[in-house]
């Protein structure tokens, strides 16, 4: 069973559009991360969002951080081929890190 | 400077066998995590390791074991291994203990069982 649920878990769009990828819990987190994995490589930290209510902008990419701390957005803008890849986000009580199981992105050109 | 480096890349092994598997962190980080990511289970935690001692263990069974040496490298060793524990094996090294800190994470390890 999963501790984080993500939404889609697929997600094709065109070149130039906007995509919302969503990630939901039952639990309360102290801190959530997103991570960027892409083919052949291990997952690579976007942002750490700590505080309820909290957005946080990385170029084209918006991450909000519920206000009850238990679910977590991010929003791309004009998406690029290379945003392509898989979007994880993750959250932990007791030092543990707990994934979802991701939500694959594939921007066509 | 240089990521966190894992040995071998890919792996072939047959049921039953045992294997080990290696992670270098980035210089100066004392906390390796190890994971398992599977399609169907996505990314689970297996344990981590910080000065040489396990600090917290997922829900693996025993035969999932590690250590840690003095430069921080750490091992992962899968004995009696089973058709299921195909994956892709990744390791993340942190400068803080537990997955409060940033963790970079290795390519990974892809464990093929037959």
């Known amino acids: 069973t999963q501790l984080l649920e993500q939404s889609p878990q697929f997600l094709s769009i065109q070149e130039g559009e906007n995509l919302t990828v969503y990630c939901n819990s039952s639990?309360?987190?102290?801190?959530l991360q997103w991570y960027r994995q892409e083919p052949g490589e291990g997952p690579v930290l976007l942002v750490t969002?700590?505080?309820?209510?909290e957005v946080k902008k990385l170029k084209r990419l918006t991450f909000q951080f519920g206000d009850a701390r238990k679910d977590s957005s991010l929003h791309i803008t004009a998406a690029q081929p290379g945003d392509t890849g898989l979007y994880l986000c993750?959250?932990?009580?007791?030092?543990?890190?707990?994934f979802g199981a991701g939500t694959t992105v594939t921007v066509r050109a | 400077k240089a990521g966190v480096t894992q040995t071998p890349r890919y792996l072939i092994k047959t049921r039953g066998q045992q294997v080990t598997l290696s992670c270098s962190p980035i210089?100066?980080?004392?906390?390796v995590s190890w994971y398992q990511q599977t399609p169907g289970q996505g990314l689970q935690f297996l344990f981590e390791?910080?000065?040489?001692?396990?600090?917290n263990k997922g829900n693996f069974p025993g035969r999932f074991s590690g250590r840690q040496f003095s430069n921080s490298r750490s091992e992962m060793n899968v004995s009696t291994l089973e058709l299921g524990d195909s994956a892709l094996y990744l390791c993340?090294?942190?400068?803080?203990?537990?997955?409060?800190?940033?963790?970079?994470f290795g390519p990974g390890t892809r464990l093929t069982v037959l």
């Open positions: 993750a959250g932990g009580p007791d030092y543990k890190l707990s």
């Open positions: 993340a090294s942190s400068l803080l203990q537990g997955s409060i800190g940033e963790q970079f």
């Open positions: 390791y910080f000065s040489e001692t396990q600090r």
């Open positions: 969002v700590v505080t309820g209510g």
């Open positions: 639990s309360v987190f102290s801190s």
């Open positions: 210089s100066g980080h004392r906390s």
